[in-house]
């Protein structure tokens, strides 16, 4: 992408003349920027930002100057998914997730209310605060497109991003956002038995269901958390040997089993990639290596479709 200039945004002048009184009396918001009352044509600011957003297109495909980069508040009348907002703002979904911090694509509920961008683009926080916004960050440190600094109020706090005019998920982020994604729990390895029915490894002869993946490593390699979370258990049993279980929210948990050592205690906090134990061949382990599971609401998952680049 072209380096770009943007042009003095019109969104701004409708904020100033709210502030100083120069235009008719503006309805309170919780959010300081201008708000959209309604997603259609009957509102001036609506008309605005999908003006805006028109002219990035045309400038792009023209090759000028782009409009300034400008924000809107919308407060939603009922519960909404991320989707139908993108369509309604004709702004893409990773522009406004991004901007608003959104770790997942969950349902937003009524009354939330949201910072709508007047460019399509790619927000990357300065200071991440959730898992998507820590794998954005090590995706995007490098990113050669260019980009500009730019701060933001959302909900209530003003937080500094990168802005990446135009641009979208890369396929792990998007994967991570859409399927609550894990990023792989070694530093590096090789997946050497799947998810499913296998012939058992011990007796070479009967059919069992493998509950989750096995990665070869060697021996103490650390193991990471594949998303943030609390300790929900740690332990020894005779299958999985050492063993800890991570609980991340309501629906997922992650187990990590054949460890040669545990380095957390049950109830503790602990952030995405952080060391949680080693790897080993404790339980019933033919050599070293990790098992590792998802579970969704308790139920075995395959987990290599939600390994970010695996």
Same mark, same amino acid.
């Given at each position: 992408?072209?380096?770009?200039?943007? *042009?003095?945004?019109?969104? /701004?002048?409708?904020?100033?003349?709210?502030?100083?009184?120069? #235009?008719?009396?503006?309805?309170?918001?919780?959010?300081? =920027?201008?708000?959209?009352?309604?997603?259609?044509?009957?509102?001036?600011?609506?008309?605005? &930002?999908?003006?805006?957003?028109?002219? @990035?297109?045309?400038?792009?495909?023209?090759?000028?100057?782009?409009?300034?980069?400008?924000?809107? #508040?919308? %407060?939603?009348?009922?519960?909404?998914?991320?989707?139908?907002?993108? #369509?309604?703002?004709?702004?893409?979904?990773? #522009?406004?997730?991004?901007?608003?911090?959104?770790?997942?694509?969950? %349902?937003?509920?009524?009354?939330?209310? &949201?910072?709508?961008?007047?460019?399509?683009?790619?927000?990357?926080?300065?200071?991440?605060?959730?898992?998507? *916004?820590?794998?954005?960050?090590?995706? /995007?440190?490098?990113?050669?497109?260019?980009?500009?600094?730019?701060?933001?109020?959302?909900?209530?706090?003003?937080?500094?991003?990168?802005?990446?005019?135009?641009?979208? @998920?890369?396929?792990?982020?998007?994967?991570?956002? $859409?399927?609550?994604?894990?990023?792989?729990?070694?530093?590096?390895?090789?997946?050497?038995? +799947?998810? +499913?029915? !296998? $012939?058992?490894?011990?007796?070479? !002869?009967?059919?069992?269901?493998?509950?989750?993946?096995?990665?070869?490593?060697?021996?103490?390699? *650390?193991? =990471?958390?594949?998303?943030?979370?609390?300790?929900?258990?740690?332990?020894?049993? *005779?299958?999985?040997?050492?063993?800890?279980?991570?609980?991340?929210?309501?629906? /997922?948990?992650?187990?990590?089993?054949?460890?040669?050592?545990?380095?957390?205690?049950?109830?503790?906090?602990?952030?995405?990639?952080?060391?949680? +134990?080693?790897?080993?061949?404790?339980?019933?382990? %033919?050599?070293?290596?990790?098992?590792?599971? %998802?579970?969704?609401?308790?139920?075995?998952?395959?987990?290599?479709?939600? $390994?970010?680049?695996?």
């Amino acid at each position: 992408m072209k380096a770009r200039n943007f *042009e003095p945004s019109l969104a /701004w002048a409708i904020a100033l003349s709210c502030l100083f009184g120069m #235009a008719a009396p503006c309805s309170a918001s919780p959010s300081p =920027y201008p708000a959209i009352r309604s997603a259609g044509p009957e509102d001036l600011i609506y008309e605005q &930002l999908v003006d805006s957003v028109e002219r @990035f297109h045309q400038s792009e495909k023209a090759g000028t100057a782009a409009p300034e980069l400008s924000f809107y #508040a919308y %407060t939603l009348p009922e519960d909404l998914d991320i989707f139908s907002l993108a #369509a309604a703002f004709s702004i893409p979904y990773d #522009a406004l997730a991004s901007l608003n911090r959104m770790p997942n694509a969950a %349902t937003i509920a009524k009354g939330s209310t &949201l910072v709508i961008p007047s460019l399509p683009g790619i927000f990357v926080a300065e200071r991440p605060a959730n898992d998507l *916004e820590y794998l954005m960050k090590s995706l /995007w440190v490098e990113e050669a497109e260019p980009h500009v600094s730019v701060r933001a109020n959302i909900d209530g706090r003003f937080a500094d991003f990168s802005f990446y005019p135009g641009a979208e @998920f890369h396929p792990s982020e998007r994967t991570f956002f $859409l399927v609550a994604g894990f990023r792989f729990p070694l530093p590096k390895g090789v997946i050497t038995s +799947g998810f +499913g029915e !296998r $012939l058992d490894p011990f007796t070479g !002869r009967s059919m069992k269901f493998h509950t989750g993946i096995d990665i070869g490593a060697p021996y103490g390699t *650390e193991v =990471y958390a594949a998303r943030s979370g609390r300790v929900e258990s740690t332990g020894y049993g *005779e299958v999985y040997g050492n063993f800890v279980i991570v609980a991340h929210d309501p629906i /997922w948990e992650t187990l990590y089993g054949h460890l040669s050592k545990i380095l957390v205690a049950k109830g503790q906090s602990v952030q995405v990639g952080e060391a949680i +134990g080693l790897v080993g061949s404790t339980g019933m382990s %033919t050599g070293p290596h990790l098992h590792f599971e %998802t579970r969704r609401r308790g139920v075995a998952t395959d987990p290599a479709p939600l $390994l970010e680049g695996h």
